[in-house]
């Protein structure tokens, strides 16, 4: 394969790739843009694996490992990619980026320690001194990515008692300043390894590359994993492109700086859908207040709650309903009850739309991918922005597991979600509202919507409570 085709197959794959962000930016051209997505890296990685097999030609073990890593590596991807449930997706995303944070750390760590393997030393053995950057680069921002998507996974599962992998905040006194030492410390092992090609100095980098990712992702809590998430997924595409420059791979290159391109604008609409700083999301300086998370549940207060029947006789008697789903709707694993649901309210001539929250679930377009799978119409999914004007004239309002983004409170100067856009449920003429207890949500705040008089609480599981909804509409 000449290196001409290699280039041209190359910009084919690149322009499938661009073709595959364009296409995601909308429901209704999601599947052509992931099919894009696919083809591109088909190409991508066939005109690679076609590489190094001309590469390895006369070094039959040598290629047996490159075959074996094809197969062992697609094989578990195809697996996790069949197996995963919908729910578990944000938990799948941090372990992808972790695995691409380390593979960048392993790649430099090969460069350094065989450049004449990878085309890049000089006659005398040594790298010359701008790949020596990039590589210290690469590599620092993939030992962040791999050690801060560790912690954004255990995180999001929330199944282990580690205290590092629990939803609060990690917050300690200097945390900040230990985060700018650390950063300043790295910079100055990357500048002497340009210098000196030190092992010592490369090592360095490593090391606190892998603490400073912990630390960056410690203070950060669980209401404010969607950002994390698309941080990661920006910090990943720039350890590739660093590695990129290192090994003069354009396709690396070009696919790591449109996922950190397209990461980094996905972060900054995020950080606006939340009311945060988008350079204290980079720098790790946000996450939830733990004093206001301990004192949101403190007062005991009544509300006024009902049955799946009576929430039922509400929608069937209503002219318009909009559905809110949050993250109790993603663990009960309800979408597909409420497109029955939908579909029921439907049937009564009632009209029904979706509004979706920018940060609402675990990973940013949550709520979009749990509907898609239960093949909800895209006419009937709208986002914050285009629905909000619609809740003052909905006669019903129902949220499904759903808390921070519709608390009243990011409207009250003081809350520490003040200024953060919020679904307006609380316009709506009647809400009701399913959760399993009272518990607050990830901000740890109280919500007052819940305490309307105009509010239904219907407390249990989210798909046994709509399906009880369904067979009451019958």
Not at 10 to 31: D, E, M, N, R
Not at 53 to 67: C, E, H, N, R, T
Not at 257 to 280: D, E, P
Not at 454 to 459: A, E, H
Request: glycine content about 12%.
């Amino acid at each position: 394969m000449s290196m001409n085709l290699v280039t041209l197959l190359y910009l084919v794959a690149s322009v499938c790739f661009i073709q595959a962000l364009k296409g995601l930016s909308h429901p209704t051209t999601s599947i052509r843009g992931n099919v894009f997505g696919m083809v591109g890296m088909a190409i991508a990685a066939g005109t690679t694996a076609a590489l190094i097999v001309k590469l390895a030609q006369g070094d039959a073990f040598g290629l047996s490992y490159v075959l074996l890593g094809l197969l062992v590596g697609g094989g578990t991807g195809a697996f996790m990619a069949q197996r995963v449930e919908m729910t578990k997706m944000p938990e799948l995303v941090a372990f992808m980026h972790s695995m691409i944070g380390l593979a960048a750390v392993c790649i430099a760590a090969a460069a350094v320690l065989e450049p004449a393997a990878f085309s890049i030393a000089d006659a005398a053995g040594r790298i010359p001194g701008g790949n020596r950057i990039e590589l210290g680069l690469g590599a620092f921002i993939g030992a962040i990515t791999f050690s801060g998507s560790v912690i954004a996974f255990g995180k999001l599962s929330g199944k282990y008692k580690f205290r590092l992998f629990q939803g609060a905040p990690v917050t300690f006194p200097g945390q900040h300043w230990l985060n700018l030492g650390l950063g300043l410390a790295s910079l100055f092992f990357i500048v002497g390894f340009w210098h000196s090609q030190s092992w010592l100095d490369f090592g360095l980098v490593l090391a606190l590359g892998f603490v400073l990712g912990v630390l960056l992702i410690i203070p950060i809590g669980g209401a404010d994993m969607p950002v994390v998430v698309s941080m990661l997924n920006s910090y990943s595409g720039w350890a590739a492109a660093g590695i990129g420059f290192s090994l003069n791979n354009s396709m690396l290159i070009i696919a790591g700086s449109l996922v950190g391109s397209s990461g980094a604008i996905l972060s900054y609409i995020m950080c606006k859908a939340m009311n945060r700083s988008f350079f204290n999301v980079i720098l790790g300086g946000f996450g939830g207040d733990a004093s206001a998370a301990a004192a949101g549940g403190a007062v005991q207060r009544s509300v006024k709650s009902g049955s799946a029947d009576d929430a039922a006789f509400i929608m069937g008697n209503a002219e318009s309903v909009i559905i809110v789903p949050g993250y109790g709707l993603a663990v009960a694993r309800a979408q597909h009850a409420v497109k029955e649901l939908a579909a029921k309210l439907t049937e009564k001539g009632v009209s029904v739309k979706y509004a979706i929250h920018p940060v609402a679930g675990r990973m940013p377009g949550h709520m979009n991918v749990l509907l898609a799978e239960a093949e909800v119409p895209y006419d009937q999914v709208f986002e914050m922005e285009d629905i909000n004007a619609e809740f003052g004239q909905a006669d019903v309002a129902i949220i499904l597991g759903a808390n921070d983004v519709v608390n009243p409170a990011a409207h009250q100067k003081g809350s520490p979600i003040y200024g953060m856009p919020i679904l307006e449920a609380y316009k709506a003429k009647t809400v009701i509202v399913n959760k399993r207890s009272m518990a607050a949500g990830y901000a740890g705040l109280d919500n007052e919507l819940f305490y309307m008089d105009k509010t239904l609480m219907v407390f249990g599981d989210a798909k046994k409570v709509v399906e009880d909804m369904v067979k009451a509409i019958e």
